[in-house]
């Protein structure tokens, strides 16, 4: 009723940040906002075989659970071998038991990726001829936190150019009350993933929440898609989710700007899309 005397639109409570609300309320123009029963699967997930501590077959079962309608399963890579990473032979071979195991559930489509480390000097943890066996490829960095800001910008900004990185995990690398994030420049990562198509991860980890609700707004302004990512390393895990959406609300996400909200066909349509082509 205070709204509608002062002649707003309603303003959501994940949008009262004086962040421009009250002039899109004026205008009529505030997004409407993605609600939970919005998503359809996620990307970022981990198995027993890195450092996760469910299984491909139970991960798939929680994701059928949820009502998930896709689950993409994103072990480390092999850098990180403090989190058991796939090397390249193990790594094709949890392929083919994705693939296999995908032809069995009519009602989950699994999807093959890897959380590819990006190694210092921005190349990728695998060569092009492996990456581009995966349905879909999330980047992160690691190790090396100790670069300057210019450095690590630069570094990640060589990944996104990766024409088989489809997303960026966990974009600043903090851990909350754990590890302070790493020196990076937002608006040129953004500005990148723009350029190049790359997806920007939504890690919805509670111990992560990165990349940070305050610049969603510039990211979804400048058309870059987002993904909502649990980072699950259990099938518990996937309960992130919930708290991913509730960021993404106040960073003024709408169902379109999430990748994970497409239907079934359209996101398998679009993994099959060459990164310069999506839209």
Known sequence: DIYDKLGLQFIEPALRENRGEFDAAEEGCLPRLVEQENLRGTFHNHTTESDG????????????????SY????????????????????????IESIRSLDKTLPDLDLYAGNEVDILRDGTLDFEDSILSQLDYVVASVHASFNLSEKEMTKRIIKAMENPHVTMLG?????????????????????????ATGTVIEL??????????WTWWKRARDKGVRCALNPDAHHADGLQNLHFGVRIARKGWLQREDILNC??????????????????
């Not at 501590?53 to 998930?68: C, I, Q, V, Y």
């Not at 092999?78 to 094709?92: C, I, M, T, V, Y």
């Open 203 to 212: 890690n919805c980890s509670s111990q992560r929440m990165d990349m940070d």
């Open 71 to 94: 689950l993409g399963i994103s072990d480390h890579s092999k850098s990180s071998f403090q989190a058991n990473g796939l090397d390249e032979d193990r790594l094709l071979k949890q």
């Open 262 to 279: 497409l239907p079934p066909k359209d996101i398998r349509k679009w993994l099959q899309t060459p990164k310069d082509k999506r839209s």
């Open 170 to 194: 966990h974009l600043s690398g903090r851990l909350l009350l754990r590890r302070e994030a790493y020196p990076v420049n937002h608006e040129k990562i953004i500005d990148c993933a723009a």
């Open 53 to 68: 501590r469910s299984t491909l077959a139970e991960m798939a079962n929680a994701a059928l659970d949820l009502g998930l």
